[in-house]
């Protein structure tokens, strides 16, 4: 976008605006002649529909692929079995001395195991990269501007996404190159990194008592994308084959993905960047102050005494907060209640999307080795979690929304306690959703976990919602790169860790990974319900 020159303002976005994106006439950039409205939240939404459709084919249909590959050259000597690997010296056989699947080798529980092991590794690289770095492209996103960090973004997973097509035409390039576009696509973000990105976007322009309405319009946005992806994936590969899909359909969806976000304008006006650029340092500072100063007057300190507050300043839990302070942004005290109440959700959501992510990861891989079902079934079971999250995002969300005490829109304290109740309820949905999958004893019964499941999605933007009124709106970047650290977490381990318990468990217990995340749910639900416990109990005190 072309930069225009504007005035510095008092205000740094365009929350302290009278209303949503309607901030006085300077505050605002000039429309360009393509883009004639002033940024709005949902001027992002495209980008992440547009990445969902692109990410759907590799969620249903990555299982197929893998073992197309694996049967045409073998299985990669980090997961060898016995018929696809020279017992004598551990190495692959040549693939042209492999047989085909006419003895159905390749539909074996040893194949099974290989794909999902291969699948989730790369999975986690991408994971590993995506927590080191999207911090960084939260802040930046900050000092340069929302709609180039989403270019950033764009360009990264469309580069990532063609590192595929040049292993499957250079037959004799390793497989394990595949994880190369693995770790590009984490360098640049992935998906994790776009929703935080969008999120804040959006926070942008949007009043606090909005956005868990709006973040669920941002990710049903997403889901969508993931259900029409599912469905024109499976219909591609029933006509034309997974090359098609893989090797033409996601790598045009993610260049149309940057087109458009060179259309977009930016939400952060040029004078909230500049102030956003020289805050920088003093919010370091001031955080740093307010660590010295909570520990030199606490209760029974002695400030006269130096060595007194440097022992103390020593001790175990004031370097813990001292911790806390610098990675985590603090709630202020009259909206969120309770010290670590921030941190709690944090590892609730890294609970949470440990267990989506791992059971999202080992269902295409299950349902091709127990059922045997068709790429075309498959992608069906992604297009219905996602279809049906975009109902429930989209419809019942604001239904529930409905509900809340008409004094709680306007008080940040009351709306975050309602927002509680939809987490805890979301939760509940969603630990039915992995009981349901553990007990399948047909297929079938994975299209009612993803209707299940789609209610429990209510818990993502009502717990977004919570985190981004819980702050200082020039904090609000940075916590959801914070929150995004902990779902990245959750991406780089819960992979692999189910993909092992799947692996040892395939032939004796397949279900197994199912029953683990169902009490990982649980758990984060317990978890959830003590924040809301000390909400309630710290808005009885105020009203005191």
């Not at 073992?67 to 997961?79: A, D, Q, S, V, W």
């Not at 079938?444 to 919570?466: C, M």
Request: glycine residues 6%; charged residues 10%.
């Amino acid at each position: 976008m072309a930069s225009v020159e504007e005035p510095l303002i008092a205000e740094s976005t365009a929350l302290l605006g009278d209303s949503p994106s309607s901030g006085r006439r300077h505050e605002q950039r000039t429309p360009a002649w393509y883009w004639p409205w002033q940024p709005k939240y949902w001027a992002s939404i495209p980008v992440i529909f547009m990445a969902g459709f692109a990410v759907a084919p590799t969620a249903s249909l990555a299982a197929p692929f893998l073992k197309m590959l694996f049967c045409e050259r073998g299985l990669p000597t980090l997961f060898p079995i016995h018929n696809g690997t020279d017992s004598a010296n551990g190495l692959n056989l040549n693939f042209n001395d492999l047989p085909n699947n006419d003895d159905g080798h390749c539909d074996s529980a040893e194949y099974s195991a290989a794909i999902a092991n291969f699948y989730s590794t790369g999975s986690s690289l991408a994971a590993v990269l995506v927590m080191l770095t999207v911090r960084f492209w939260s802040g930046l996103s900050d000092r340069i501007g929302r709609q180039q960090t989403l270019l950033i973004w764009a360009t990264g997973a469309t580069i990532a996404n063609l590192v595929p097509v040049i292993v499957y035409h250079s037959k004799g390039m390793s497989l394990y190159f595949l994880w190369v576009g693995s770790i590009i696509e984490g360098a640049s973000g992935s998906i994790l990194s776009l929703i935080s990105l969008t999120h804040a976007y959006a926070a942008d322009v949007t009043r606090p008592e909005e956005r868990t309405v709006v973040f669920g319009q941002i990710i049903a946005g997403m889901y969508a994308g993931i259900g029409f992806g599912s469905v024109a994936a499976g219909v591609v590969a029933k006509h034309f084959g997974l090359y098609a899909v893989f090797f033409w359909m996601v790598p045009a969806i993610y260049a149309l993905d940057i087109f458009y976000v060179f259309l977009i304008p930016e939400s952060l006006t040029i004078a909230a960047l500049k102030q956003n650029n020289l805050q920088e340092p003093e919010l370091l500072h001031s955080s740093t102050e307010s660590t010295l100063v909570s520990v030199e007057e606490s209760p029974g300190a002695q400030p006269c005494n130096p060595e007194y507050v440097l022992k103390d300043a020593k001790s175990y839990s004031d370097r813990f907060q001292a911790f806390i302070t610098r990675v985590l942004p603090q709630p202020l005290q009259t909206r969120l209640a309770g010290k670590y109440s921030l941190l709690t959700l944090m590892i609730v959501c890294f609970l949470v999307l440990g267990a989506v992510l791992g059971v999202v990861t080992q269902i295409p891989t299950y349902l091709l080795f127990r059922f045997h079902w068709s790429n075309e079934k498959m992608s069906y079971v992604t297009a219905i979690q996602g279809l049906s999250r975009l109902v429930s995002l989209t419809i019942l969300l604001p239904m529930v929304k409905r509900f809340a005490p008409q004094h709680s829109i306007p008080n940040p304290m009351s709306s975050i306690n309602f927002d509680l109740k939809v987490a805890v309820l979301g939760l509940l949905l969603e630990s039915l959703t992995m009981l349901i999958y553990s007990v399948a004893t047909i297929g079938e019964l994975f299209y009612l976990g993803g209707v299940t499941g789609a209610v429990g999605s209510l818990f993502f933007p009502a717990i977004r919602g919570i985190v981004s009124q819980s702050v200082s709106p020039e904090e609000v970047g940075k916590t959801m790169g914070t929150l995004a650290t902990f779902e990245s977490l959750a991406a780089v381990l819960a992979p692999v860790l189910f993909a092992a318990v799947y692996s040892r468990t395939l032939e004796v217990w397949p279900s197994a990974v199912f029953l683990i995340a169902t009490a990982l749910s649980a758990s984060a639900m317990a978890l959830t319900i003590t924040v809301l416990v000390r909400q309630a109990r710290a808005m009885r005190h105020s009203h005191l």
